[in-house]
Antibody
Framework: QVQLVQSGAEVRKPGASVVLSCKASGYTFTTYYIHWFRQARGQGPEWMGIINPSGGTTSYAQQFQGRVTMTRDTSTGTVYMDLSSLRSEDTAVYYC?????????????WGQGTTVTVFS | EIVLTQSPGTLSLSPGERATLSCRASQSVPSSYLAWYQQKPGQAPRLLIYGASSRATGIPDRFSGSGSGTDFTLTIRRLEPEDLAVYYCQQYGSSPGFTFGPGTKVDIK
C-alpha cells in the first residue's frame, strides 16, 4: 500500500543538527512532491519546504532558509530533511507528506510523524 | 503570502447535528487550491477535501466542501462521535504556499 514511513524520535541539544528521513513505498517516487511540515504542541502544521524527487529541486519557507536542506535518494525512495542550529523552539512533531506533481490535489498521504526534542 | 483565518475556534455539537466550518483567505486562492484536513489527537492530518469541493479517496459523503475566491466552507452532516477532531483548511495554490489556518476544534457533546 501507499505509505510514507519516517525515522524515529530524536533528542538534540541547542546548536546541534538533526537529519530526519521519510521513505516512500507503493507508488512511483518521482511523480509526487514531498513536503515537510512541523507541528508544535497545540499549534497547526507549519510548512517548511518541498522537494521534487524527480530532479531534486527544492523550495524552502523563508523562516527556514539557511537552516534547512532537503535531499532525496531515488535508489531507495527516501527523502531527507536536515535542520541545523537547533533551538528549543524547534521542538515539534515533524511530518513528511506527498502531493501530486501533475494536477495538485492536496497532501493525500502523510508519514506518521517524528518527534524532535531540543533541550539542554 | 495568503493568510487563512478559521471560525469558529471551537464548535460543540451533539451527534446527528450539522457542523459548518468557515475558512477565509486574505486574498483569492488560485484555482480554488483549498483543502480541508481532519486531525485527531496523536495522529497526522488526514486529507478530507481538495480543490475546495472534491472529496478525497475514502471520505464519507457526510463531508462536503464549498466556496471559491476568499470564502470556503466545510460541512459535516450528521455528526458522529468519531468526528471529534481539529479541522484545518490549507491553501496550496501560491508560493510561498501550503499555509494552514489555525484550525477549528469540533467537540461532540
Amino acid at each position: 500500500q501507499v505509505q510514507l514511513v519516517q525515522s524515529g524520535a530524536e533528542v538534540r541539544k541547542p546548536g546541534a543538527s538533526v537529519v530526519l528521513s521519510c521513505k516512500a513505498s507503493g507508488y512511483t517516487f518521482t511523480t509526487y512532491y514531498i513536503h515537510w511540515f512541523r507541528q508544535a504542541r497545540g499549534q497547526g502544521p507549519e510548512w517548511m519546504g518541498i522537494i521534487n524527487p524527480s530532479g531534486g529541486t527544492t523550495s524552502y519557507a523563508q523562516q527556514f532558509q539557511g537552516r534547512v536542506t532537503m535531499t532525496r535518494d531515488t535508489s531507495t525512495g527516501t527523502v531527507y530533511m536536515d535542520l541545523s542550529s537547533l533551538r528549543s523552539e524547534d521542538t515539534a512533531v515533524y511530518y513528511c507528506a506527498r502531493s501530486a506533481i501533475i494536477e495538485p490535489a492536496g497532501m493525500d498521504v502523510w508519514g506518521q510523524g517524528t518527534t524532535v526534542t531540543v533541550f539542554s | 503570502e495568503i493568510v487563512l483565518t478559521q471560525s469558529p475556534g471551537t464548535l460543540s455539537l451533539s451527534p446527528g447535528e450539522r457542523a459548518t466550518l468557515s475558512c477565509r483567505a486574505s486574498q483569492s486562492v488560485p484555482s480554488s487550491y483549498l483543502a480541508w484536513y481532519q486531525q485527531k489527537p496523536g495522529q497526522a492530518p488526514r486529507l478530507l477535501i481538495y480543490g475546495a469541493s472534491s472529496r478525497a479517496t475514502g471520505i464519507p459523503d457526510r463531508f462536503s466542501g464549498s466556496g471559491s475566491g476568499t470564502d470556503f466552507t466545510l460541512t459535516i452532516r450528521r455528526l458522529e462521535p468519531e468526528d471529534l477532531a481539529v479541522y484545518y483548511c490549507q491553501q496550496y495554490g501560491s508560493s510561498p504556499g501550503f499555509t494552514f489556518g489555525p484550525g477549528t476544534k469540533v467537540d461532540i457533546k
